[in-house]
């Protein structure tokens, strides 16, 4: 079992950065590659980010390349998502995710690019306007 809780969500205007970060729990949660999801209002929920069990691959949607960094930090059981340059088309409820894999990160992206998902966080807020 992996619990996930995310934080750092608000209100910037256009250009701002903010961090968002999610907090792991649970003896299995190394193993597991995370994500970071993004919901619209209105629209269906996608990924935004990803990242392998060792840190060592990422994946990023080509509407965030550039702007956003994901990382993960073993000893802290903490997955963050830097984002900078937002735009008010970055506003969504984000929400943090947990995949088990055992062969390739690339076939874990395909998986999580598909949301097949083993865990889900609740969700935190980001609005960007001006």
């Known amino acids: 079992q992996v619990q996930l809780r995310e934080s750092g969500g608000g209100s910037v205007e256009p250009g701002d950065s903010l961090r968002l970060s999610c907090a792991g729990a649970g003896r299995a949660y190394s193993s597991f590659a995370m994500a970071w999801f993004r919901q619209p209002p209105g629209k269906e929920r996608d990924v935004v980010a990803g990242i392998s069990s060792a840190g060592s691959g990422t994946y990023y949607a080509d509407s965030v390349k550039g702007r956003f960094t994901i990382s993960r930090s073993p000893t802290t059981k903490t997955l963050y998502l830097q984002m900078d340059s937002l735009k008010p088309e970055d506003t969504a409820v984000y929400y943090c995710?947990?995949?088990?894999?055992?062969?390739?990160?690339?076939?874990?992206?395909?998986?999580?690019?598909?949301?097949?998902?083993?865990?889900w966080g609740q969700g935190t807020q980001v609005t960007v306007s001006s």
């Open positions: 995710a947990a995949r088990t894999y055992s062969g390739s990160f690339d076939a874990a992206v395909r998986e999580i690019a598909s949301k097949i998902i083993d865990y």
